[in-house]
Structure formats: structure tokens, C-alpha cells
């Protein structure tokens, strides 16, 4: 996303020179467009690095818990809810962890809720635009906000006074024209949309409606688990140890009490938002393939944040002094898991040390006739495939207008080494895992070694730097 935003701020065109595109294919993910266009006005700002890319999901992510209160307060939550239902957000593992990734899925979620706010506050026009900014943001919003529409319309046509008050306006009709005719036209014309969607819809791999109705009914069950909800959703550990999930383990002080609370409340719109959201939160999420989604499940997060903000209002006041030590222990222990543990066990998956690579590579690839770069790696199995090419171009300060008539990156390559081939060649540098190599090769080739963080067990090479005679 940083290279594609990158190259759109210098050349109006991304990596593949598509011109100002709707539908970023990048690495054939299919990105939507409103990150990387956000994107491309921070690295303006910042630079091309760490912070002028995730700048976007950083910062509206630090807003997004300020709009879920001003949304709380519009259906009706008492002020003390309003508060914590935002701290809770403020603080929820899975919104902190992905905010701080330049995550596309935060930047939908903040327009998503901003247009709920105006929405309910009566002005179309502006909600329509954030909705649709939403709806540009993210594929699970794409599946959601329909479905939104379809339940807003529903609930307030049966409630003439606030019917009343939204009206449909020429600039109405702008806003909803302006962002729904481009996709309109990608759906039908076959381009990244229909790509996208192809590629993670559930029934890709199964033959008739009641196979795949049966699988996704399984698959939108599964999320309902309480071990989804409060121990097993990001997934920051191994298996065999403790993790957070959709909540904190404290949580569940305030949460059943909650939807107790909410079942016998009076007030119409919170109950009919929660029941709508808890029950559509996760339909994006389960037409997909691969199993439980932690970015996709992001836009479920609004409903328990209700249900906690409601039963803050409520509870027993001895109960919420208990719940607070424990909430304090759990974010404290969900930091060091996020900050401290992750890193070590995950570090491949995040692509660890290709930055240090890519540098290297750029600085002294004059020295060498050919540098090869692996392009697959892991801690214990080479099982994660990378984009190298991408860190180069990124790290290494690359013009985008040239990389769009050569692509050409120096004399590097990048692929997995060959070393009964590549060992025999003159003065290559060949950058693999330790996989790349036989177990028996000369270690005194090894001009540089990169090591993924220390973990529990001994230190394991990320990179071996090997050159040839």
C-alpha cells in the first residue's frame, strides 16, 4: 500500500500504471482506494516511512472511540456509558493492534460510524458521503453497508416524526451517484471487484446452493464462540498459550449483565441497532474463505462496545469497582503480549528483516554482479511468502516514474536461490533463509547474518547473507 500511494503522489499511476485507479490491484489483493489515496497526502507530508504510511489508520483510529461516543449518545446512552464505551474502544486489543498497521478496515470503520452519527442527527447528504467513503474503504464494508441501508430504511419508515426530518435532497442524490456509479461499473465491466470477491467467496471450492449454504451456516455459527469473544480472536500467541479476544477476560463482568440490561430496556433505537449489529457483524466475515478473520470481524466491534456502555450505566456499583483492577490487569497484559510476545512469535508473518535486506542490498549491490533475494521464509518452515520487491523499492528511496519503465531493480533478483546452481556462479550475493541452503555448506561464505527476535527458544536465523567466489 505505501509504494502504491507512493507512486500515485509522484505519477498519478500505481505500480502497475493504472491511472488514479478505484481498485488498487497491488500484489493481487485488490485494495480498495480510499487508504491509499489518504496514504499518498501523509507520506506528502511525512515522507516515504513507517510513519507517513500508517499515519491514516493511526489517526483516524485515535478518532474513531471519539465518534463511537458521540454514536452511543445518539441512541440514548447515559453520559457515564457514553465515556466508558469510548475508553473500552480506546483500548480494545483488537482496535489498538490494528490501528497501529496501517489497516484499511480502521479507516472504514471511523467513516462507518461518522456516518451513523449524521445519519441519526438528520443530515443525508454528509452521511451518505461518509458512508460511502466507508463503503470505498474496506470489502467488508461492502457486504455491511447494504445491508445498513436496508435496516435503516426499514426502522425509521415506520417512525413518521424521524422520517420526517431526513429528507432526500438534490445534493442527496449527487453524493449517492458520485460514489455508487464507479462500482456499478467495475461490478459489470469485471474489474478488481469481481476479482476480489472471487478469490475469498466461500462457495469458490463447493458445487450446489445447499453445500454452500450448509458450510457458511457453519462458518457464520463459528463466530459466535465465546472463546472468539474473550480468549482466541488476534491470535498474538501460539496455540498452547493465553491470547485476547474480540474482549478482555474482565469484560465479562460487564458484558452478560449487559445484554441483560439491554433486553429489558426500554429504549427502542439501542435495541434494535444492537440486535441488528450483533446479528450482521459478522455476515462479511463468514462469506469468506479461510477461516476466522480478525480484520474482518473489526466492523462486529461496535456492538459489544454497546452492550458495555449500556451496562456501565446499569450495574452494580460494587461489581463495576471489581471490574475495574481486572480491566487495568488485562490491558496491561495485553500490551506486553502485543509489544513484547508477538513480535518474537510472529515476527516472520510480518515480514521481519527484509527492511535491514533491502537496505543492504541498495547500498552494496555495485559490489556484486548479482544479488538474489528470497522471496520465501519463516521461523520454523519456510511457509511465508514475501513481496521483496516491494521492500526495495520502498526502503531504497526508488523514482516511480522510472520503476514504471523499468522494472529492473538494479541487478537485483528475487527469488528463492538455487544453491547447486547459483553457488557456482562469480560474485553473486545470494540473501536466503537458512532453508535455502544445504546443511552442510561452507559457513565461512557468510558475510552477514540476521536473526528474528529472541524468543522462549534459541535465536533462529531470519537471513543468511552468503556470497560466491
Known amino acids: 500500500?505505501?509504494?502504491?500511494?507512493?507512486?500515485?503522489?509522484?505519477?498519478?499511476?500505481?505500480?502497475?500504471?493504472?491511472?488514479?485507479?478505484?481498485?488498487?490491484?497491488?500484489?493481487?489483493?485488490?485494495?480498495?482506494?480510499?487508504?491509499?489515496?489518504?496514504?499518498?497526502?501523509?507520506?506528502?507530508?511525512?515522507?516515504?516511512?513507517?510513519?507517513?504510511?500508517?499515519?491514516?489508520?493511526?489517526?483516524l483510529g485515535t478518532l474513531t472511540p471519539l465518534v463511537f461516543m458521540l454514536l452511543l449518545k445518539k441512541l440514548g446512552i447515559l453520559k457515564v456509558g457514553v465515556i466508558l464505551g469510548g475508553i473500552w474502544l480506546a483500548v480494545s486489543p483488537m482496535h489498538v493492534a490494528l490501528s497501529r498497521t496501517s489497516f484499511d478496515g480502521i479507516i472504514a470503520l471511523f467513516f462507518l460510524l461518522a456516518g451513523l452519527v449524521t445519519f441519526l442527527d438528520s443530515r443525508l447528504t454528509a452521511s451518505l458521503l461518509l458512508l460511502s467513503l466507508s463503503f470505498w474503504s474496506y470489502h467488508a464494508e461492502r457486504v455491511f453497508i447494504p445491508v445498513l441501508a436496508i435496516f435503516l430504511f426499514v426502522y425509521f419508515r415506520n417512525l413518521p416524526a424521524q422520517a420526517g426530518k431526513i429528507k432526500f435532497s438534490f445534493f442527496?442524490?449527487?453524493?449517492?451517484?458520485?460514489?455508487?456509479?464507479?462500482?456499478?461499473?467495475?461490478?459489470?465491466?469485471?474489474?478488481?471487484?469481481?476479482?476480489?470477491?472471487?478469490d475469498l467467496w466461500l462457495g469458490r471450492q463447493r458445487e450446489g446452493i445447499f453445500p454452500i449454504i450448509s458450510f457458511w451456516t457453519s462458518q457464520y455459527l463459528n463466530y459466535f464462540d465465546f472463546n472468539l469473544w474473550f480468549a482466541k480472536a488476534m491470535n498474538f500467541t501460539p496455540r498452547e498459550f493465553f491470547d485476547v479476544g474480540v474482549m478482555y477476560y474482565a469484560d465479562l463482568l460487564l458484558f452478560f449483565p449487559g445484554v441483560y440490561f439491554l433486553l429489558k430496556s426500554k429504549n427502542r433505537l439501542l435495541k434494535a441497532f444492537s440486535l441488528f449489529w450483533f446479528l450482521t457483524g459478522p455476515l462479511p466475515a463468514s462469506l469468506t474463505t479461510g477461516g476466522i478473520n480478525a480484520g474482518r470481524t473489526l466492523i462486529w466491534l461496535p456492538f459489544f462496545g454497546m452492550v458495555i456502555a449500556n451496562a456501565a450505566v446499569q450495574i452494580n456499583r460494587k461489581v463495576f469497582w471489581i471490574?475495574?483492577?481486572?480491566?487495568?490487569?488485562?490491558?496491561?497484559?495485553?500490551?506486553?503480549?502485543?509489544?513484547?510476545?508477538?513480535?518474537?512469535?510472529?515476527?516472520?508473518?510480518?515480514?521481519?528483516?527484509?527492511?535491514?535486506?533491502?537496505?543492504?542490498?541498495?547500498?552494496?549491490?555495485?559490489k556484486y554482479d548479482k544479488i538474489i533475494v528470497t522471496d520465501k521464509y519463516g521461523i520454523d518452515w519456510p511457509s511465508v511468502k514475501t513481496i521483496p520487491y516491494l521492500y526495495v523499492l520502498f526502503y531504497c528511496d526508488w523514482d516511480p516514474a522510472v520503476y514504471l519503465k523499468d522494472r529492473n531493480l538494479f541487478n537485483i533478483e528475487f527469488r528463492q536461490p538455487q544453491w547447486r546452481i547459483d553457488s557456482r556462479q562469480k560474485n553473486w550475493l545470494l540473501v536466503g533463509s537458512r532453508w535455502d541452503f544445504p546443511e552442510d555448506f561452507d559457513k565461512s561464505r557468510i558475510i552477514k547474518t540476521i536473526y528474528f527476535p529472541e524468543s522462549a527458544y534459541e535465536p533462529k536465523p531470519a537471513f543468511y547473507f552468503v556470497e560466491t567466489k
Open 323 to 366: 471490574y475495574i483492577p481486572f480491566i487495568l490487569w488485562s490491558i496491561g497484559y495485553f500490551a506486553n503480549m502485543f509489544t513484547v510476545n508477538f513480535p518474537k512469535y510472529y515476527a516472520d508473518l510480518w515480514h521481519y528483516g527484509y527492511k535491514e535486506v533491502a537496505q543492504y542490498a541498495c547500498q552494496n549491490h555495485e
Open 172 to 198: 442527496s442524490f449527487l453524493a449517492l451517484a458520485f460514489f455508487a456509479i464507479p462500482f456499478i461499473y467495475m461490478v459489470f465491466s469485471g474489474q478488481g471487484v469481481v476479482g476480489r470477491a472471487g
Open 1 to 59: 500500500m505505501g509504494w502504491d500511494a507512493n507512486s500515485i503522489l509522484h505519477t498519478g499511476r500505481d505500480q502497475h500504471g493504472e491511472f488514479l485507479p478505484l481498485t488498487f490491484k497491488s500484489v493481487g489483493d485488490y485494495k480498495t482506494p480510499v487508504a491509499i489515496y489518504l496514504m499518498a497526502g501523509s507520506v506528502k507530508i511525512f515522507g516515504l516511512n513507517e510513519l507517513g504510511v500508517r499515519f491514516p489508520s493511526a489517526f
